[in-house]
């Protein structure tokens, strides 16, 4: 996620920023840069890539001096890391920063540039600086007001913030579905994108509504909605500290991550879907249609919590597209000698786009004429860039060591992928997709109601916690969400626990099963429903402890593990079978947690583990 900070003031406004930009460096990024009102000489920027010590190196060469300014790290979404892609973008006497993804990006381009408008980036915020130059040169009285005409052909998610030449001491900055919030200061005003960059300077905030503009001064801000209708909002004061800050107050970085969920999922979804035409945005995926038509086998390939994405995919891709589906593992693929050719689509699933045994996959895959699609978090990370096309999640930097919002986002691009390809192939009809791409949308507002069960994770953490096995059952799609769990608590806890496709029970593992081995068993109403309730008899017939994720008001799951000791139900709202892996994850992420955080172990960086294993 990017990160904006602005200051407005009589103090010097560089160090402010840049300090501002390190307070947000948590968000990750991968270019930053400053704009300042520079006197009479109007707004002047400077950007470099990589870390803040290369814009601070740039600072040196070129200083800025002034007390107005704007400052953006810049986590890629829309184009590569370059300067030119760096943020601030400049468009005449304007200069904007912006956090977010503008979904009718390409139209308007378009637009502007049939006007005569030169591109000097690939970013889709540069779109917004134009536009607001344009309502200027329109005869807009105020920047404000030139920002709102410019907003209002904008659809999408933004927080932004511009300098223009013609309104010197002053930032107008606005907000819809990306975080920024105003620092009232005494005879000064900041804005950012998180709370922890406006602490060195004040603890009274203003936290901006969607759809609001303000115009911040020395003096304070004047907030409006779009269409100008003037806002009242009194400041509220922070107590965090700057370290509680960057975890938004949550206790730690996975819960956090726990809690961004749908809105990772939304924002990644964002601009992908056409419900219309019950289709899926052909630019988005990464993959010509002609291709889509032509392979004869799709290939995923991952490791860890990607696999178990990955193994989603593959019940999707052959259930919607109808055409043969794989998954394996990295490490496993580069040693097997394995057998690619043309007529592969190989997809490799990766939340850093390092990992070394995925990365190995794709260049044997690639050498033998495979077609590579990479399914990544990190823009031209090495495995999107060693592929021949990428479909981009947008879960923005993720901290915690133990997969959460990544899993979820990738979730989201299997089923895109799967739509994409039915609709292509022609095994997918239009109302069949349309049902899909309604609930996939429909799904963040469950993941939210799912979350509001937090404590009800928290009590039986409390109950497990001292448990030394736990077994993970699930059928179908909730097959790899049952090894996802399991590896959620193995690896934050470090309690032993196996996920188990629930009919391999009686093929072994049912003999493990006594008072001491709980056993959580995904059984929502789908077409699993029945056999896995059949399970869940079999492992509470043998004294077993069940934790049932099931559907709500779910009367035959609650009459079957009712009672004391009979087991505990833990409820998710009635969903369509694809959506369900995204509301089922959700209390085996917390189970995980709250048991682990009550063990004390290190959540965010377990023992022995590395967020990316760029080592064989
Ligand atoms: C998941 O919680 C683990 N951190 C780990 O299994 C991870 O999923 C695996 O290393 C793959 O990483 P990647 O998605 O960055 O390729």
């Known amino acids: ?134 309502a200027l040169q329109g005869g807009a009285r105020r920047l404000v007001d030139a920002v709102r005409a410019a907003l209002a052909r904008v659809r999408g998610a933004y927080a932004i913030a511009v300098l223009s030449a013609t309104s010197p001491d002053e930032i107008v900055v606005a907000k819809a579905d ?22 060195a300077h004040t603890r009274r905030v203003v936290l901006l509504d969607e759809g609001e503009v303000a115009t911040l001064t020395r003096a304070g801000a004047e907030i409006t909605t779009l269409d100008g209708t003037r806002v009242e909002r009194a400041p509220k004061t922070i107590d965090w500290s700057p370290t509680q800050a960057e975890k938004g107050g949550y206790k730690h970085f996975m819960l956090k991550e726990i809690h961004e969920q749908p809105r990772a999922v939304e924002d990644t979804l964002r601009g992908r879907v056409d419900l219309v035409e019950g289709d899926v945005v052909g630019e988005a995926i990464g993959l010509g249609a002609d291709l889509a038509t032509r392979i004869q086998r799709v290939y995923f390939v991952a490791c860890g919590t990607s696999a178990h994405a990955a193994m989603a995919g593959r019940y999707w891709v052959e259930q919607l597209a109808r055409v043969p589906a794989v998954v394996e593992i990295g490490s496993e693929v580069r040693y097997r000698e394995p057998v690619f050719g043309p007529g592969d689509l190989v997809v490799a699933v990766s939340q850093s786009g390092e990992t070394l045994d995925t990365l ?89 109601v799912v979350l509001e069960r937090e404590g009800e994770l928290r009590r039986l953490a409390k109950k497990f916690m001292r448990s030394q096995h736990m077994l993970f059952l699930g059928r179908g799609t909730g097959y790899p969400v049952a090894l996802e769990g399991a590896l959620k608590l193995k690896e934050i806890s470090y309690i032993h ?44 017939a043998r004294e077993g402890q069940v934790i049932a994720i099931a559907t709500e008001g779910d009367a035959e799951v609650a009459g079957l593990l009712g009672g004391a000791g009979g087991g505990d139900v833990v409820s998710i709202p009635v969903a369509a079978p694809e959506v369900l892996p995204l509301l089922e994850v959700i209390p085996l992420q917390l189970l995980a947690y709250y048991v682990a955080d009550l063990k004390g172990t290190d959540v965010d960086q377990p023992r022995n583990l590395a967020k990316t294993v760029t080592v064989e």
């Open 360 to 448: 190995a996959a794709v260049k044997t895959a690639k050498a033998q004429g495979a077609h590579v699609l990479a399914v990544a978090n990190v823009i031209d990370s090495a495995i999107p860039r060693a592929s021949d096309g990428a479909l981009y999640t947008h879960a923005g930097p993720e901290i915690g060591v133990a997969s959460t919002k990544c899993f979820t986002t990738q979730l989201v691009a299997m089923l895109l992928l799967a739509v994409y390809l039915g609709r292509r192939r022609g095994t997918l009809a239009v109302p069949e997709a349309r049902r899909i791409l309604d609930a996939l949308t429909q799904a963040p507002q469950r993941m939210r």
């Open 497 to 540: 626990a196996e996920g188990y496709a629930a009919g391999e029970m009686k093929h072994g593992p049912i003999a493990l099963i006594d008072e001491d081995m709980p056993v959580v068993a995904l059984c929502p109403r789908d077409a699993h429903f029945e056999k896995t309730l059949s399970n869940v008899q079999e492992v509470r």
């Open 178 to 199: 990306s975080p920024l919030v105003l620092g009232v200061g005494d005879g000064e005003m900041l804005c950012a994108s998180d709370i922890p960059a406006l602490l």
């Open 1 to 134: 996620m990017c990160g904006i900070v602005g200051y407005v003031g009589p103090k010097q406004c560089v160090p402010i920023l840049v300090e501002g930009l390190r307070r947000l460096e948590y968000r990750g990024y991968d270019s930053a840069g400053l704009a300042v009102q520079v006197g009479s000489r109007g707004i002047e920027i400077v950007r470099a890539v990589g870390k803040l010590a290369n814009l601070e190196a740039a600072l040196q060469k070129n200083p800025l001096a002034g007390t107005t300014g704007i400052g953006h790290t810049r986590w890629a979404t829309h184009g590569r890391p370059s300067e030119a892609n760096a943020h601030p973008h400049v468009a005449g006497r304007v200069a904007v920063v912006h956090n977010g993804i503008i979904e009718n990006h390409v139209a308007l381009r378009r637009e502007l540039e049939a006007s005569g408008v030169r591109f000097a980036s690939d970013t889709d915020t540069e779109i917004v600086a134009h536009l607001v130059e344009r």
